[in-house]
């Protein structure tokens, strides 16, 4: 016979994975809707009656977007602008975090909670001033200088997440590498960024996807072919009295392959480093 506990338990489970069932529909259903929306024809997107499986699969819509539209310029700007920036928070974010969890000097605590105050205001704040100082410096319309200005945002959370995990590191091995006769760079490159790897690489790779899927500074510093991400390509395939339903979806399936591939490559990797640094010590 069920006891009242068990009961309560058992309740508790069955709600448990409801809510859990719902939210992962809710999440996966978008995706699958984008693709099944790619597969088919124009005149099967836009009909009366609602066709959730296509009766026609095609895969026009793909060849269109890949071949006549630039997209694969846009996909490839999209991944010099995102390596540029995790290149770029990875130098400089790297220092600094390990700066702020291994130091402590006048203005350190200020410097921290200015880092956060950055994130707090809307990025659209930033883009006069940054399309200002981009066209003083030359960089305006530059996939190096579109990467800058990625960095100028996500930089702050590079450093606060990676303070977290060097903050987890042993600082005993440090100070028995010093005395050995390491460097305080060599201890850090030797010691230091091993244990912190797992971190390195969970940091990098939310980095990456948010500058993956950036669209509003890439839309008001870029103007040319050349230098435009996948996102404001799609953007500008709506024109005023069309609306490519499947190219636009094709575009956005084709968009997403990088992340998903990604993932998979660093999972079990980013896990551990999220994992690890959620827990001090």
């Known amino acids: 016979m069920i006891t009242t506990s068990r009961r309560a338990r058992l309740g508790w489970n069955i709600a448990t994975y409801a809510v859990l069932i719902t939210l992962t529909i809710f999440c996966i259903f978008p995706l699958v809707w984008t693709l099944l929306t790619s597969l088919k024809y124009e005149a099967d997107i836009v009909t009366q009656t609602m066709q959730y499986i296509p009766k026609r699969i095609t895969f026009d819509n793909y060849v269109a977007i890949w071949t006549q539209s630039g997209f694969p310029t846009l996909v490839f700007n999209s991944f010099v602008v995102t390596a540029t920036t995790v290149v770029l928070c990875l130098i400089t974010g790297t220092l600094a975090a390990y700066s702020f969890s291994r130091f402590h000097y006048p203005g350190r605590g200020a410097l921290m909670l200015g880092y956060l105050v950055i994130r ?148 079990r990797t980013m896990v551990h480093g999220i994992t690890a640094g959620a827990v001090k010590g």
Request: include cysteine; charged fraction near 10%.
């Open 120 to 267: 707090m205001f809307p990025a659209v704040l930033m883009i006069i001033p940054l399309f200002i100082l981009m066209r003083g410096i030359g960089l305006l319309d530059s996939r190096f200088g579109l990467a800058l200005a990625y960095t100028s945002f996500l930089l702050p959370l590079f450093v606060w997440m990676l303070k977290g995990f060097f903050d987890a590191a042993p600082k005993e091995l440090e100070s028995a590498a010093r005395i050995d006769g390491c460097t305080r760079l060599g201890a850090m490159i030797r010691i230091v960024l091993p244990l912190a790897r797992n971190g390195l690489v969970a940091t990098s790779v939310f980095v990456a996807i948010a500058a993956w899927n950036e669209f509003l500074f890439a839309l008001m510093l870029t103007t040319s072919q050349g230098s435009r991400t996948w996102p404001v390509g799609l953007q500008l395939m709506v024109g005023e009295f069309q609306l490519p339903w499947g190219v636009l979806a094709a575009g956005g399936i084709i968009s997403i392959i990088p992340v998903m591939i990604l993932f998979a490559i660093v999972q």
